[in-house]
């Protein structure tokens, strides 16, 4: 079950004298077809060129055959031709989709789809409404181009106007004693008009005061002027 060519080891003896002759071994029929590499973890819309090798029962490489390649589900990616694989963009973990047959035999691999580069970053909850001094623990996501999200990621947080609160290393904020609205961009809130400031763009709204513990100030709800930046 051995392929190969032995020379002299076939022999016939008669008394002294001795003949010889030799045979090469080749391969049975193709009885099954592996797909490398195998399994392998690549990243949204990454190539990778796949090689297919057939083999007989007894393990022996055949060579000279032809493979026609597929990816048996799509969202896995696209295969050419020549066995080069381009994965697709929803990251996720396909199993034996990529194929390569040569007649009625078929070998396959999966494939590992992972997302790509951090793209965008989502902050949860968004937009919460707080009572002054209200703690808010908030949560981050990245996520590629795709909208795959990514794990392992680590977050710096910060607050960028003092004015609406303070945030910890763990993401856990702490509402200021200044009622607000404040949006993801810079923000003014006046009750005296003439304060104004020319760069700001005047929006009105009435907002909801709960100061029990910020001096001359009432509870209450006021109509004040928010300026938000163009």
Do not use: C
């Not at 490398?36 to 000279?64: C, K, M, R």
Request: hydrophobic content about 35%; cysteine-free.
């Amino acid at each position: 079950t051995v392929v190969g060519t032995y020379t002299g080891v076939i022999r016939a003896q008669s008394g002294s004298v001795t003949g010889s002759a030799g045979v090469t071994v080749t391969p049975g029929a193709l009885h099954h077809i592996n797909v490398t590499p195998a399994n392998p973890s690549l990243a949204v819309t990454q190539q990778q060129a796949f090689n297919a090798q057939g083999f007989d029962q007894h393990n022996n490489p055949i060579s000279g055959l032809t493979f026609t390649w597929s990816v048996s589900e799509a969202a896995a990616g696209s295969i050419t031709p020549a066995g080069l694989f381009t994965a697709g963009t929803v990251a996720g973990t396909y199993a034996n989709v990529i194929r390569a047959q040569s007649g009625s035999i078929t070998g396959s691999t999966g494939v590992t789809v992972t997302p790509g580069a951090l793209h965008h970053i989502n902050v949860t909850p968004a937009n919460p409404s707080l009572a002054v001094a209200q703690q808010q623990a908030f949560s981050a996501q990245g996520f590629d181009q795709y909208n795959n999200p990514i794990s392992g990621l680590t977050f710096t947080w910060s607050v960028s106007d003092a004015t609406a609160g303070s945030v910890n290393s763990a993401g856990v904020f702490t509402a200021s004693t200044t009622a607000g609205t404040y949006a993801n961009n810079d923000f003014r809130m006046l009750k005296d008009a003439s304060k104004m400031d020319p760069r700001f763009t005047r929006t009105t709204t009435s907002v909801t005061y709960q100061l029990d513990d910020v001096k001359d100030l009432e509870a209450g709800t006021y109509s004040v002027w928010v300026e938000t930046l163009p």
